[in-house]
């Protein structure tokens, strides 16, 4: 039977030499069976300051924890490490590249509810974890789930994230279902979303901000291709501009 294996990383930051400095995680066997993990770890790279901000996780809090490599978790994620279980995450690609460099060598199916979220709920103006907790009102159910494994819910941890992260799981299901009656399993359809890059309506930051970018791309190409250039664009946005350019 499936596993799913639900994760969040804090990490000392978000460059190439940063590293993993909390894991969170929950292993769904069933909806009455689920595992439940939440482990800190050293790390010989410094914390930036610009992490701390977010994660309120300071070089003391870590510095008698064990390396990556020992945490309970990381043994049950490599013997779960089969195609039939799904590694699920917001902005998948983020933590699995923070695994990877550890020495994970993914085989798992893999889900991404920030993706999924793209495609399922268009018309929200923000597909960010914290943002859909309030607009999808998983806060009102967080509470029993938290008690009833034994979780304190904060924002940017960890765990309290992956705890919301499992209520926005089971909204993307249904909305799958709805939206994709023809499928018979919603969590084929997940994957297959996760596949597929999101052409995006409105730009979201920017001197165009809330405009429509088909507009804007015949309007000021000279912009659009600087942009491309020149700023870090994730994967939807840079197939949103190649796609109306084209």
């Known amino acids: ?93 983020f933590d699995l590249e923070m695994i990877k460099k550890e020495g994970f060598e993914n085989q798992c199916t893999l889900i991404d509810t920030l993706r999924c979220a793209k495609h399922l709920l268009p018309d929200s103006p923000y597909h960010r974890l914290q943002y859909l907790r309030y607009a999808l009102k998983l806060y009102m159910e967080e509470g029993v789930e938290a008690a009833k494994q034994n979780i304190t819910i904060k924002a940017h941890d960890a765990i309290g994230d992956v705890l919301v ?10 909305l799958a279902k709805e939206q994709f009656p023809e499928d018979k399993n919603p969590m084929d359809t997940l994957v297959k979303l996760t596949d597929t890059p999101v052409l995006m309506k409105r730009f979201k930051f920017g001197k165009y901000k809330d405009r429509e970018i088909a507009e804007i791309c015949k309007a000021d190409s000279g912009y659009i291709k600087w942009m491309k250039n020149n700023l870090d664009l994730d994967e939807d946005m840079t197939f949103t501009l190649d796609y109306y350019l084209a």
């Open 1 to 93: 039977m499936a596993k799913y294996i639900l994760f969040d990383t804090e990490t000392t930051g978000n460059q190439e030499h940063d590293r993993i400095i909390q894991i969170g995680a929950m292993i769904v066997h069933s909806k009455d069976e689920i595992e439940v993990y939440n482990e800190l770890c050293s790390t010989d790279v410094p914390i930036s300051l610009e992490a701390m901000e977010v994660h309120n996780i300071t070089p003391d809090v870590i510095e008698n924890q064990p390396p990556y490599s020992e945490l309970i978790f990381v043994k049950r994620l490599n013997e779960l490490n089969h195609k039939e279980n799904y590694l699920i995450a917001h902005n998948i690609n």
């Open 165 to 174: 992260m499992k209520l926005l799981l089971s909204k993307l299901v249904v």
